[in-house]
C-alpha cells in the first residue's frame, strides 16, 4: 500500500469539501479549487478528515494513489493558507514592476519583458536594497509554480557572474572565469 496514499488529510477549520462522483470541490477562506479524481481512486470525508482508497491493487491503482492524495492535499492547503513563490532578480539594471496583473521586467534585454499574469496568481514587486524580487500567490500550487517557471526562462541565472532570476533560496555554483597569462 502506499505510504502517502493511506495518510488522512486534516481539514482545517473554514473549508469545506463536497464530493460527488470523482469531482471533488474545496472551498475555503483564499478561494475554492476543484477537480476530477482518477477513476481508480475514491474520496470520502469522515469527520472533517480526507481518506483516499485504491478500488483494486493493479499497478495503476497504485501509481495513481500517492498521487492523488498529495493533489487533494494541495488543495486543501492552498484553499487555506495559499501558496507563495518569491523570484530573486539579480544584476545591473535588472528590475521588476507589476502593473495590475502585468510583470515588467527589465533584464538587460534590448526591449522590456512584459508577462501577463495568469487569472488566480498575484504578483507583487518587492525592493531589497539594491536588488528587486517579485512574490506570487495563489490557491493552486501547480499554476504558482508552473507561472514562476515560465518567468524564470525569460533570463535564467547565468554559471560565470550569477545574473538573472533564480528562486529564492537556490543556490548557484558559480564557475571560475578566464585566467590571464602568467
Known amino acids: 500500500m502506499s505510504r502517502i496514499g493511506k495518510l488522512p488529510i486534516e481539514v482545517p477549520k473554514g473549508v469545506k469539501v463536497e464530493i460527488a462522483g470523482n469531482l ?19 474520496c470520502q ?14 499497478k495503476e491503482s497504485r501509481a495513481f494513489h500517492g498521487m492523488e492524495r498529495a493533489l487533494v492535499n494541495n488543495m486543501v492547503k492552498g484553499v487555506a493558507t495559499g501558496f507563495e ?20 521586467l527589465t533584464l538587460g534585454l534590448s526591449h522590456p519583458v512584459e508577462y501577463k499574469l495568469p487569472a488566480g ?14 512574490k ?26 550569477g545574473k538573472g532570476i533564480r528562486y529564492r533560496g537556490e543556490v548557484i555554483k558559480l564557475k571560475a572565469g578566464k585566467t590571464g597569462k602568467k
Open 24 to 42: 471533488i470541490k474545496v472551498e475555503g477562506p483564499k478561494g475554492k479549487l476543484q477537480r476530477q479524481v482518477r477513476p481508480e481512486v475514491t
Open 85 to 104: 513563490k518569491i523570484l530573486d532578480v539579480i544584476g545591473v539594471g535588472y528590475r521588476v514592476d507589476v502593473k495590475g496583473d502585468v510583470v515588467d
Open 136 to 161: 506570487l500567490e495563489g490557491v493552486d500550487k501547480q499554476l504558482v509554480n508552473e507561472t514562476a517557471a515560465q518567468i524564470k526562462r525569460f533570463r535564467p541565472p547565468e554559471c560565470y557572474k
Open 45 to 58: 470525508v469522515d469527520n472533517n478528515v480526507i481518506v483516499l482508497v485504491r478500488k483494486d491493487d493493479t
Open 121 to 134: 496568481v498575484k504578483g507583487t514587486a518587492l525592493k531589497e536594497g539594491k536588488e528587486s524580487a517579485l
